[in-house]
Structure formats: C-alpha cells, structure tokens
C-alpha cells in the first residue's frame, strides 16, 4: 500500500513534469526566434516587466503578501545600473546589473524587515508609504537626473566581450536574464522553503504551531521578489538605456498588480502573459486617439478581472484543461 | 503533586480591562490527560493561547519542564515539544493531505529556508509521512487534497501532523467539537493511542469524552479556576454544577 501510492505519486509528478518540459521548450522555441518576427527592442521591453510581474507574482501568488512597493524596487534596480554604468565607464553591464540588483535586494530587506511583521492592507500601507518615500528621494537626489532621467548609460560590452549595442545580441542577453529569473521562482516554488511558503499562505498560525517562524520565511520571499524585481529594472535600464521616475512611480506599483491578475495569479506562466497584454495595450493605444483613455481602459479591465475572471487567463486555461483532459 | 511537565503561576490576561484570564495556577502531570473544561466564554482557548505564547500573558509565568517559556515565541515552544492544535480545524487545504503531514516531518531534514533545492528531495520523508498516516487511518487519503476529506478525517490529519512533531505536551482545542457520535468514538481512540507516553491537556466541551478519558480536570469559569480533580470529585461539586453542569446534569 505504502509502496504503491508513493510510486503513484512519482508517475503522477513525472508525467506532469515532462507535460511542463514539453510547453516550456515550445515556448523557449517562440522566443528565440521571436526577435526575427517582431520588434527586438519591444521584445525585450515585454521580457523585463514580465520578469517584474514574476517577481511580484512570487509574493502575491506563492505567500499571499500584497506589495504596493515593488515599483521602488524596479526604480532602484534601474538607478543603481544606470548611476554605475555612467560613473565607472570601465565596468562592463552585467557588473553594473549586478550592483542595481544586489541594491534593490538590500532594500528589500530594509522594507521587508520593516513591514513582515503586520498583515493585509497594513502590510500594503507600509510597503507603498516606504515605496513614496523611495519615490521622493530619487526625484530630489542629485545622481537621478530628477524628472529629466538619467539618460546616456551605455550598453557596453558584456563580460567585456559581446558587443550589446547590436539589438540581437542585447535581446538574447534579455532573454537568458528573464530565464535567470523565471527558473529561480519556478525553483523556488518548488522547493522545500516552497513547501513552507504555501503552508503559511494556506494556514499561517498553523505553521507557526508547527513550530516554522513564519516571519523569517515571508521575509526570505520578500527579499527574492525584491532582488529579481530589481533584476528586472536594472535590465531594462540597459536597454532602453534610461532609467526615469516612471518605474519607481506609485503607478507601477499598481500596474503590476493588474498584469498578475490579469494573467492569473499564483502561476507560473500567468504573470509573463499579463505583463505582455499590458505591455502591448500601452504600445497598440499609445498612438492612437484612445492613448488619452488609457487608464480608463486599464481601469475597466482591472474591475472586470477582480469581479469576473479571479483566476486570471492561465488560471483559467489552467481549470479548463485540468476539468478537460483528466 | 511530583512530576509537574507543564505549570502556570497566576496566569493572567486583560484584554482592555476585561479580565479574560484571572491569576489561573495550572498544573499538568506528565503521563496524563488532562481537561480543561468550563462555560463559553471561560477563558479556556485564551488560556491555550497563552500556554503557546499566541497571545502575551498580561501577568504571571508559564512553565514548561521547570523552565520559563512566557519570553520565547510560539515556533521556539512548539520545537520544546509543546505542540497546539486548534479550534477550528487547522490543516492545510490545497496541499495534499501526504503533503500536510510532511510539512510537519520537514523539521529533520534542516532544508526548509533552501529555495534552491528540488521538492523532490523532501520525498525522503514519504514513507515516514504514510507511517503516521496509518497511525490515524488515512493512508488511504493520501495523495487527496486535504479541503476534500470530511470534517472528522481533517480532525484525524491534524492529529498527525501534530504528532509528527513527536511533542512531549499535546494542547487540543476542542478535538470532537462539531462531530457526530462516531467521528467522535475515533477521534476518542486516536488521542487515547496518542497520548501513550505523552501528556495531553485538552480543551473539550463533550462530558463523555471527558470522563471516559481524562486522568484529571480543572475547571474554568470567568476566567479562574472553579474546581480541580478526577471527574468523580469534580462532577460532584456543587459549585460546579451550578456554574456549568446546571443544564448539562440533566444529559449526564
């Protein structure tokens, strides 16, 4: 008995993994050849808030913790690279991605030990009054440029050796970033401190009973969503190369949440969709006469999600194939 | 009054000036079951929820194996071996219920802040987990997901994981509370399989649960203890009957 059910388990976990295999090497298929389709620069622009949104999904989804901070990280992840990569002209961009990431992780830590420790919309008060906070000095600090930006950071070379001026080069470098970020939540989701993660989503005083200190856990979560959200921001510096207010901006702490609803929270896949829709919408209006009505048309999806579609797109799709192919 | 494992000394809690726990001096013998009974409102799970340092005691001490624990967070007690369980039924429900009692067994393996390392290496415990499964009679459920299982069979899996932690003291808070009578019988079974070379201190509102088997009973009212001793002593006191038997006498 014993035996068999736990040999059940294994074909049951293994099969599901090789389903995942299969779409993730389709999907890794579509995106290597996608710079040859479509805008490489546009591309690469959906990649950075997807892993944002990934990022942000980590702790919405996987701890149930609502951030109305994670702009700050993306912001500081961003000026931290740009400020390096223009101060010290020597040093090549993934150092300087490295310096925005490892900044946006400590501040992480600060917001995280500050704000852990209280629950729901006190938990999300904190996290957007130290995010405003954050806000505020970057618009008055000297290095940021203020309003105006911080403009001129080079691309540089990577590792001192590929030229990342060549869009194609810089879209690939992008690509295994995200890669970087994706597979280290997917992990981590899937790990013993996942275990533990999802124990305290489903019952906190529980595995606080269970002798698990739940704080330290949700602090750990905290400051990894941090450091891949700053990850994010500091890749996409290098790109556009331009690190502005808007990514630090109380507004993107807000946009993210809709582009994890939108896609389905607490899925893998469902935060890199709805940051692509997102994404796109901004790019398809933003010309058009309808750009003016932009956040009125984000507003309405954001209410139809939250009152009809709670799971998201993927978590959707999800149900159905689950309802439909068992 | 030799072999005391768990003690509080003018345990007190004032919740803004409504005194919820009034200077209760508890004791607990090791090796036993012991009740914790009294009327709603008698302060009993807040008494639970000081033991466990859920909630800060406004005054007095509690002392487990000789040693204050009032001061240490609720995650360092339960690691001591003084492990709660609660009122409503506390599992986890989108995990499987092999997955619920793993969690608790996950202790062992040191890894559990490891974000980096596969679940699959948690599949060691698996045998260990089914293990304590069949101690309660579920290993039939164990790949389910755990919101499926009736009421009674939840009660039975917090069991289990309580008793992965292979505590020293179990608190139960009201175990048989809303079952019916042959979820209860199990329930009654399975603490009494437990208990076997631990102590159990429970909170139980079920007078035959009760008396069939609790080594001893305190009584709660308002917040201090009304009575203490083995059901016979306690049952026949007048206080007692006055103050929470009056309507159930006529059950018993």
Same mark, same amino acid.
């Given at each position: 008995?014993?035996?068999?059910?736990?040999?059940?388990?294994?074909?049951?976990?293994?099969?599901?993994?090789?389903?995942?295999?299969?779409?993730?090497?389709?999907?890794?298929?579509?995106?290597?050849?996608?710079?040859?389709?479509?805008?490489?620069?546009?591309?690469?622009?959906?990649?950075?808030?997807?892993?944002?949104?990934?990022?942000?999904?980590?702790?919405?989804?996987?701890?149930?913790?609502?951030?109305?901070?994670?702009?700050?990280?993306?912001?500081?992840?961003?000026?931290?690279?740009?400020?390096?990569?223009?101060?010290?002209?020597?040093?090549?961009?993934?150092?300087?991605?490295?310096?925005?990431?490892?900044?946006?992780?400590?501040?992480?830590?600060?917001?995280?030990?500050?704000?852990?420790?209280?629950?729901?919309?006190?938990?999300?008060?904190?996290?957007?009054?130290?995010?405003?906070?954050?806000?505020?000095?970057?618009?008055?600090?000297?290095?940021?440029?203020?309003?105006?930006?911080?403009?001129?950071?080079?691309?540089?070379?990577?590792?001192?050796?590929?030229?990342?001026?060549?869009?194609?080069?810089?879209?690939?470098?992008?690509?295994?970033?995200?890669?970087?970020?994706?597979?280290?939540?997917?992990?981590?989701?899937?790990?013993?401190?996942?275990?533990?993660?999802?124990?305290?989503?489903?019952?906190?005083?529980?595995?606080?009973?269970?002798?698990?200190?739940?704080?330290?856990?949700?602090?750990?979560?905290?400051?990894?969503?941090?450091?891949?959200?700053?990850?994010?921001?500091?890749?996409?510096?290098?790109?556009?190369?331009?690190?502005?207010?808007?990514?630090?901006?109380?507004?993107?702490?807000?946009?993210?949440?809709?582009?994890?609803?939108?896609?389905?929270?607490?899925?893998?896949?469902?935060?890199?969709?709805?940051?692509?829709?997102?994404?796109?919408?901004?790019?398809?209006?933003?010309?058009?006469?309808?750009?003016?009505?932009?956040?009125?048309?984000?507003?309405?999806?954001?209410?139809?999600?939250?009152?009809?579609?709670?799971?998201?797109?993927?978590?959707?799709?999800?149900?159905?194939?689950?309802?439909?192919?068992? | 009054?030799?072999?005391?494992?768990?003690?509080?000394?003018?345990?007190?809690?004032?919740?803004?000036?409504?005194?919820?726990?009034?200077?209760?001096?508890?004791?607990?013998?090791?090796?036993?079951?012991?009740?914790?009974?009294?009327?709603?409102?008698?302060?009993?799970?807040?008494?639970?929820?000081?033991?466990?340092?859920?909630?800060?005691?406004?005054?007095?001490?509690?002392?487990?194996?000789?040693?204050?624990?009032?001061?240490?967070?609720?995650?360092?007690?339960?690691?001591?071996?003084?492990?709660?369980?609660?009122?409503?039924?506390?599992?986890?429900?989108?995990?499987?219920?092999?997955?619920?009692?793993?969690?608790?067994?996950?202790?062992?393996?040191?890894?559990?802040?490891?974000?980096?390392?596969?679940?699959?290496?948690?599949?060691?415990?698996?045998?260990?987990?089914?293990?304590? $499964?069949?101690?309660? &009679?579920?290993?039939?459920?164990?790949?389910?997901?755990? /919101?499926?299982?009736? +009421?009674?069979? =939840?009660? %039975?899996?917090?069991?289990?994981?309580?008793?992965?932690?292979?505590?020293?003291?179990?608190?139960?808070?009201?175990?048989?509370?809303?079952?019916?009578?042959?979820?209860?019988?199990?329930?009654?079974?399975?603490?009494?399989?437990?208990?076997?070379?631990?102590?159990?201190?429970?909170?139980?509102?079920?007078?035959?649960?009760?008396?069939?088997?609790?080594?001893?009973?305190?009584?709660?009212?308002?917040?201090?203890? $009304?009575?203490?001793? &083995?059901?016979?002593?306690?049952?026949?006191?007048?206080? /007692?009957?006055?103050? +929470?038997?009056? =309507?159930? %006498?006529?059950?018993?």
């Amino acid at each position: 008995m014993n035996t068999a059910t736990t040999h059940f388990q294994d074909a049951l976990q293994r099969s599901q993994q090789r389903k995942q295999l299969y779409l993730g090497l389709a999907l890794l298929t579509v995106a290597l050849l996608a710079p040859f389709v479509a805008y490489p620069v546009f591309l690469m622009k959906l990649l950075c808030f997807a892993l944002f949104a990934c990022a942000f999904n980590l702790l919405l989804g996987y701890v149930g913790l609502l951030s109305f901070g994670h702009a700050a990280f993306l912001g500081t992840g961003g000026y931290i690279t740009g400020w390096l990569l223009t101060r010290y002209s020597s040093l090549t961009p993934e150092l300087g991605i490295l310096g925005g990431t490892l900044a946006a992780t400590l501040l992480g830590l600060l917001f995280g030990v500050l704000a852990i420790r209280r629950q729901g919309i006190y938990f999300a008060m904190i996290t957007l009054a130290l995010a405003q906070l954050t806000f505020f000095i970057y618009l008055q600090a000297p290095f940021t440029g203020g309003e105006n930006g911080l403009h001129g950071v080079p691309r540089g070379q990577l590792f001192g050796l590929l030229d990342l001026k060549n869009d194609l080069a810089m879209y690939y470098f992008v690509l295994a970033v995200f890669l970087f970020g994706y597979l280290l939540i997917q992990r981590t989701v899937n790990s013993p401190f996942g275990q533990i993660l999802r124990a305290i989503r489903e019952n906190e005083p529980r595995a606080l009973s269970l002798g698990y200190n739940v704080n330290a856990y949700k602090l750990l979560a905290f400051v990894i969503s941090a450091g891949l959200a700053g990850l994010a921001g500091a890749t996409k510096t290098v790109v556009f190369q331009f690190a502005s207010l808007t990514d630090a901006h109380w507004h993107m702490s807000g946009e993210v949440i809709l582009m994890t609803l939108l896609g389905g929270v607490g899925t893998l896949l469902g935060p890199v969709l709805g940051s692509s829709l997102v994404v796109w919408l901004h790019h398809a209006l933003g010309g058009s006469v309808l750009g003016s009505w932009m956040s009125v048309i984000l507003g309405s999806i954001f209410v139809l999600c939250v009152l009809l579609f709670r799971a998201g797109i993927v978590g959707y799709l999800q149900k159905f194939v689950q309802r439909n192919l068992r | 009054m030799s072999n005391v494992i768990l003690e509080t000394r003018g345990l007190t809690k004032e919740f803004n000036g409504f005194t919820a726990v009034d200077s209760v001096d508890l004791q607990v013998q090791q090796g036993h079951i012991h009740a914790l009974i009294g009327p709603n409102g008698a302060g009993k799970s807040t008494v639970f929820n000081l033991l466990t340092h859920f909630l800060p005691a406004t005054r007095g001490e509690v002392l487990y194996q000789g040693q204050v624990i009032a001061k240490l967070p609720p995650n360092r007690i339960a690691r001591l071996g003084l492990v709660r369980s609660f009122q409503i039924s506390a599992v986890f429900g989108q995990m499987s219920v092999l997955e619920n009692v793993r969690v608790a067994l996950q202790h062992q393996l040191g890894t559990s802040f490891h974000f980096w390392k596969s679940a699959s290496s948690l599949n060691h415990l698996n045998q260990q987990a089914m293990q304590l $499964l069949e101690s309660v &009679d579920l290993q039939d459920f164990a790949m389910r997901k755990t /919101v499926e299982l009736p +009421y009674g069979r =939840k009660r %039975a899996l917090e069991l289990a994981t309580t008793l992965a932690l292979e505590p020293t003291v179990m608190l139960l808070d009201e175990p048989t509370q809303g079952m019916g009578h042959e979820d209860v019988e199990r329930v009654v079974g399975l603490i009494r399989k437990a208990a076997v070379g631990r102590t159990v201190l429970m909170v139980e509102h079920n007078l035959h649960v009760v008396s069939s088997l609790c080594d001893r009973i305190t009584v709660l009212a308002r917040g201090s203890v $009304l009575a203490e001793g &083995d059901y016979a002593t306690v049952s026949a006191n007048p206080l /007692v009957r006055e103050a +929470y038997m009056g =309507k159930e %006498a006529e059950h018993v």
